[in-house]
Structure formats: structure tokens, C-alpha cells
């Protein structure tokens, strides 16, 4: 059975930093894109930033030069840093990723359980 595990979320003041991770496990053959998403209260989830499998990121423009993503292909694990943190930078951060099982050849998208990120004073 393949998961998405997202740790790193917290509590952290204005202008502080966090790095989320995000394991695929299971038998995985391949992940393709990776990313992660975000939904704050009262609103709709929306992509933050999104890695290929060749390292190609791009960024939601509100994070833009604020927040890197990267990832681990060998570990199938992605990250997310997040810098000059500010209060809207708090949501539910979810990972999600295209990956074929062993034994299939669909390439299918996971969500991870969402870990929260809360940045206050």
C-alpha cells in the first residue's frame, strides 16, 4: 500500500521559518511530479509549489522567493522550505504526488493527511 507521509508542520511567529517533509512508502517503481498544496480556513485548497522528477519547481505567486521545494528521488521524499513566514501562510499543507506501484503501470496521484502550519504572534 503506498502512503504519503507529511511531518514538519508547527506553530511558528511571523517572519520565522519551517521545513516540511513528505515520504512516499510502499513499493513504489517510479515518482513523477511531486508537490504540495494548501488550504487555510475559509478557503479552497491551492497548489503552493510543484518539482518534476528532474528537479523543474515552480511556485504559486504568493510564495514565490519566499519558499523552495526539493526533493530526494532515492528517499522518494519531498520538501518544502518555508521562509518569512507570514500570518496568510497559515493552512492545512497537503503533499501530493504521481507514483507507479510495483506490479502496475498506472500512474496514479496520492494525497498526503495534511499536517497543519500555523504562523502567529
Known amino acids: 500500500q503506498v502512503q504519503l507521509v507529511e511531518s514538519g508542520g508547527g506553530l511558528v511567529q511571523p517572519g520565522g521559518s519551517l521545513t516540511l517533509s513528505c515520504v512516499a512508502s510502499g513499493s513504489i517503481v517510479r515518482a513523477n511530479a511531486m508537490g504540495w498544496y494548501r488550504q487555510g480556513p475559509g478557503k479552497q485548497r491551492e497548489l503552493v509549489a510543484i518539482?518534476?522528477?528532474?528537479?523543474?519547481?515552480d511556485y504559486a505567486g504568493a510564495v514565490k522567493g519566499r519558499f523552495t521545494i526539493s526533493r530526494d528521488n532515492a528517499k522518494n521524499t519531498v520538501y518544502l522550505q518555508m521562509n518569512s513566514l507570514k500570518s496568510e501562510d497559515t493552512a492545512v499543507y497537503y503533499c501530493?504526488?504521481?507514483?507507479?506501484?510495483?506490479?502496475?503501470?498506472?500512474?496514479?496521484?496520492?494525497w498526503g493527511q495534511g499536517t497543519q502550519v500555523t504562523v502567529s504572534s
Open positions: 518539482i518534476t522528477s528532474g528537479g523543474s519547481a
Open positions: 501530493n504526488a504521481d507514483l507507479v506501484r510495483r506490479g502496475s503501470s498506472w500512474l496514479l496521484n496520492y
